[in-house]
């Protein structure tokens, strides 16, 4: 596969979808009560992601988004089975795994599907992998791409501040591995040799970290194989605000003003934007990127033009370029924050563009 960026113009849909991109992720199900007066004007980041930041540190969370529960009996007519895993009962982290229910027809065969570990976005403050937008999004992307999908439920922040969802998904990634006899759906119909680890947002950012300590441990990790990194619009910040943040500077889906809240929130107490879980070109994360070339790793990084952190992913394919990695950008013109989690048109175009990066690796 040949390096390379590849900023791909949409069709009429994406000027469609402007026009109806009207709140954020998290106000998805409600009526947008924060909309903004004027365009100049800061949005208050605590009203438009409706939390309260308590005197001890924590913050309440006013909305309670809807969660589903999993579905994983046999005999129901839908094409993806799913159940709930506990990790460490004691930090309340579970996965909840994703089976294509054509799956159960291949046991003879023996044909093993690629394992996909998926981290939710959600600015490492809000929301669950039993949300339902994510429920949906782990559902249609394990039939569409044919993948098993373990849907990581980490801890958030400013309760458990970073690093702790990196812990968590490294503990998840150790939990795989030694599931690999223990837990039927994984050690049936999982290929622990062709895995890869993905999220969206705030979780492109927990996939990019937990990616660089996986590679650190590839031997300890055997005998799962990550064979690449999906990267939805990943999650990154730094001090300086780049060209995209300044355009976009009070975007409907992601104000300036929001993300940085949500960097105050799950840094470590005490640090700035550029520290490395935040800005991958700070400290020593670029020089951590060469595990992963070594490893023969490949890695999608998709955005759209009109996201406020377009410039840091682009950023990213770039430093990657650099450091000769195997790397394939996806960008759109249009489009916005989280809009594959809003809309379902959009999410089966990721899965095409994710389906294209498998495929093109095994082949
Ligand atoms: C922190 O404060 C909130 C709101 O007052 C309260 O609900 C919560 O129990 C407190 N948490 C801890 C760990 O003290
Ligand atoms: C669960 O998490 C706790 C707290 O981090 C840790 O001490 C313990 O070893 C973990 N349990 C397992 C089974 O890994
Ligand atoms: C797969 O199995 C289901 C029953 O579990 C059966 O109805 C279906 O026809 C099978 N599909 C194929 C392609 O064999
Ligand atoms: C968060 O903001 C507060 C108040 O501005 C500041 O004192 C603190 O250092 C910031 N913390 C981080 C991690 O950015």
Same mark, same amino acid.
């Given at each position: 596969?040949?390096?390379?960026?590849?900023?791909?113009?949409?069709?009429? !849909?994406? /000027?469609?979808?402007?026009?109806?991109?009207?709140? !954020?992720?998290?106000?998805?199900?409600?009526? +947008?009560?924060?909309?903004?007066?004027?365009?100049?004007?800061?949005?208050?980041?605590?009203?438009?992601?409706?939390?309260?930041?308590?005197?001890?540190?924590?913050?309440?969370?006013?909305?309670?988004?809807?969660?589903?529960?999993?579905?994983?009996?046999?005999?129901?007519?839908?094409?993806?089975?799913?159940?709930?895993?506990?990790?460490?009962?004691?930090?309340?982290?579970?996965?909840?795994?994703?089976?294509?229910?054509?799956?159960?027809?291949?046991?003879?065969?023996?044909?093993?599907?690629?394992?996909?570990? !998926?981290?939710?976005?959600?600015?490492?403050?809000?929301?669950?992998?039993?949300?339902?937008?994510?429920?949906?999004?782990?559902?249609?992307? %394990?039939?569409?791409?044919? %993948?098993?999908?373990?849907?990581?439920?980490?801890?958030?922040?400013?309760? +458990?501040?970073?690093?702790?969802?990196?812990?968590?998904?490294?503990? %998840?990634?150790?939990?795989?591995?030694?599931?690999?006899?223990?837990?039927?759906?994984?050690?049936?119909?999982?290929?622990?040799?062709?895995? !890869?680890?993905?999220?969206?947002?705030?979780?492109? +950012?927990?996939?990019?970290?937990?990616?660089?300590?996986?590679?650190?441990?590839?031997?300890?990790?055997?005998?799962?194989?990550?064979?690449?990194?999906?990267?939805?619009?990943?999650?990154?910040?730094?001090?300086?605000?780049?060209?995209?943040?300044?355009?976009?500077?009070?975007?409907?889906?992601?104000?300036?003003?929001?993300?940085?809240?949500?960097?105050?929130?799950?840094?470590?107490?005490?640090?700035?934007?550029?520290?490395?879980?935040?800005?991958?070109?700070?400290? +020593?994360?670029?020089?951590?990127?060469?595990?992963?070339?070594?490893?023969?790793?490949?890695?999608?990084?998709?955005?759209?033009?009109?996201?406020?952190?377009?410039?840091?992913?682009?950023?990213?394919?770039?430093?990657?370029?650099?450091?000769?990695?195997?790397?394939?950008?996806?960008?759109?013109?249009?489009?916005?924050? /989280?809009?594959?989690?809003?809309?379902?048109?959009?999410?089966?175009?990721?899965?095409?563009?994710?389906?294209?990066?498998?495929?093109?690796?095994?082949?």
């Amino acid at each position: 596969m040949s390096p390379m960026i590849s900023i791909s113009r949409s069709n009429f !849909f994406c /000027g469609l979808t402007i026009a109806f991109s009207l709140c !954020f992720l998290y106000t998805l199900n409600y009526p +947008n009560t924060t909309q903004s007066s004027s365009k100049n004007s800061p949005i208050d980041p605590y009203k438009k992601l409706h939390i309260i930041l308590n005197p001890n540190a924590t913050i309440t969370r006013l909305i309670q988004t809807p969660h589903v529960p999993p579905s994983s009996h046999p005999n129901l007519p839908i094409p993806v089975l799913s159940k709930d895993v506990t990790i460490n009962q004691s930090k309340n982290t579970w996965v909840r795994v994703f089976l294509p229910r054509n799956a159960l027809n291949h046991t003879s065969s023996r044909r093993r599907l690629p394992l996909v570990v !998926f981290f939710h976005g959600g600015g490492f403050i809000l929301l669950s992998a039993a949300t339902r937008i994510f429920h949906q999004f782990c559902v249609n992307m %394990a039939n569409d791409i044919e %993948a098993v999908v373990v849907s990581v439920e980490y801890r958030l922040a400013p309760e +458990n501040r970073l690093p702790e969802a990196y812990d968590d998904a490294m503990e %998840a990634l150790h939990w795989i591995r030694i599931s690999q006899q223990e837990e039927d759906w994984l050690a049936r119909y999982a290929d622990y040799s062709n895995c !890869f680890l993905m999220g969206s947002s705030a979780g492109g +950012n927990i996939a990019y970290h937990a990616g660089l300590r996986a590679a650190a441990e590839a031997d300890h990790l055997l005998p799962l194989k990550i064979a690449g990194l999906i990267l939805v619009q990943p999650f990154f910040g730094g001090v300086r605000m780049t060209a995209s943040e300044l355009r976009l500077l009070n975007d409907r889906a992601l104000p300036l003003s929001v993300a940085y809240l949500m960097w105050n929130l799950s840094l470590p107490v005490g640090v700035d934007r550029d520290h490395e879980y935040c800005n991958p070109m700070a400290g +020593n994360g670029p020089k951590q990127l060469d595990n992963i070339r070594q490893l023969g790793w490949q890695v999608l990084v998709t955005g759209c033009d009109g996201d406020p952190l377009v410039d840091r992913q682009i950023e990213v394919v770039r430093l990657m370029l650099e450091k000769d990695l195997q790397v394939v950008g996806s960008f759109d013109v249009g489009d916005y924050h /989280g809009i594959q989690d809003r809309e379902p048109l959009k999410a089966k175009q990721v899965y095409g563009v994710i389906k294209n990066f498998m495929s093109s690796m095994s082949a």
